[in-house]
């Protein structure tokens, strides 16, 4: 490839990647902070924050900021720690939902939440546990 091709090449995937970076710093009113100690992932406006304990796994529900009801809700964890796979219901439980029991939540433990809401379509979150 010619130097001039491999700089224009180069400038579009800039281009096409420098939304994905922006996304960590946009503004919309709403901070991102975990507010019961968890970690917080941002989907299409609705903030998740996973608490993971050994003996309890807690989701909360924030969109644009609010605390959203989780009454009726419910979400499916499954938790990849190195060869161990562990699948987990979460129903509702006050403010959030929850699971009590024996989890794998180590540092670098991977962890897919799928999360239905009543009346809207399952969204899925993922997080590396710090």
Known sequence: ????????????ALAAASPSFAADNHQHGHEHEPLHGGQVVEVRDVDYELVAKPELLQLYLRDHGKPMDPSGASAKLTLLSGSQKQEVELKPAGDRLEATGSFTVGVGTKVVAVVRMPGNAAGTVRYVLK
């Open 1 to 12: 490839m010619r130097p001039s091709r491999m700089l224009i090449a180069l400038a579009l």
